[in-house]
């Protein structure tokens, strides 16, 4: 198993700013992905973090919004930018070795944007 | 895009009893999971069943699959106040992406 946590746990911005959320891996893994949880719903999938190259992501979410990094197999950073009240909501990051197929999530960043 | 339908969204059990809830989804899979989420924190995993898989258990929990009507359930067995969460369903396809079902909350009365 792996163990993830999150930078920051939570936070409050002003409508027109950026965070940048970091997700920190105990050890290395394949895949990375980025989650959003809006207030009390289920998750969707923001973004596959792919080391060394661009992230890929889903229907609705574009990279200029949520550009994401992934230096390295331990680490990916997600960046929600130009915020709105609608971004308010807990951010995931998940990760897996790509073999057995659970996915590991962090603890979450829960956003408030005023 | 969430592929998953739970029910029942909500669930209120004594402590003792057992919870049963269902999971629903539309595509073919490679496999099904389960998680469990306390208060808004992170997903903790609680099992995986292979698409070839019917039947599975871990501890107090079981769980079935039956892929030709495309749905789940996970069954707690003796439930404790402990097991008070919220329980998702996720499917997983051909790219290791998860697809989250809508939730079941279960609250568990001491």
């Known amino acids: 198993s792996a163990v993830i946590s999150q930078k920051p746990s939570r936070d409050i911005c002003q409508r027109g700013t950026s965070l940048t959320i970091q997700c920190q891996v105990d050890?290395?893994?394949?895949?990375m992905f980025w989650y959003r949880q809006q207030p009390g719903q289920s998750l969707t999938l923001i973004a596959t973090?792919?080391?060394?190259?661009?992230?890929?992501?889903e229907s609705g979410f574009v990279i200029d919004k949520f550009p994401i990094s992934r230096p390295n197999l331990t680490f990916s950073t997600l960046t929600v930018s130009n915020m709105s009240p609608e971004d308010s909501s807990i951010y995931l990051c998940?990760?897996?070795?790509?073999?057995?197929?659970?996915?590991?999530f962090g603890p979450g960043t829960r956003l408030t944007v005023l | 895009s969430q592929q998953g339908e739970e029910d029942p969204q909500a669930l209120s059990i004594q402590e003792g009893e057992n919870a049963t809830m269902n999971c629903s989804y539309k595509?073919?899979?490679?496999?099904l999971q389960w998680y469990r989420q306390n208060s808004g924190r992170g997903l903790v995993h609680l099992i995986l069943?292979?698409?070839?898989?019917r039947e599975k258990h871990s501890g107090r929990l079981r769980v079935t699959l039956d892929t030709s009507k495309k749905s789940s359930s996970l069954l707690i067995t003796a439930s404790r106040a402990a097991d008070t969460a919220s329980y998702f369903c996720?499917?997983?396809?051909?790219?290791?992406?998860?697809?989250f079902g809508a939730g079941t909350t279960v609250t568990v009365r001491a």
């Open positions: 973090a792919n080391q060394g190259s661009e992230a890929t992501y």
């Open positions: 595509t073919s899979i490679n496999n």
């Open positions: 996720a499917t997983e396809s051909n790219d290791y992406k998860l697809s």
């Open positions: 050890s290395q893994v394949t895949m």
């Open positions: 998940s990760a897996g070795n790509g073999i057995v197929n659970e996915q590991f």
């Open positions: 069943i292979r698409s070839n898989e």
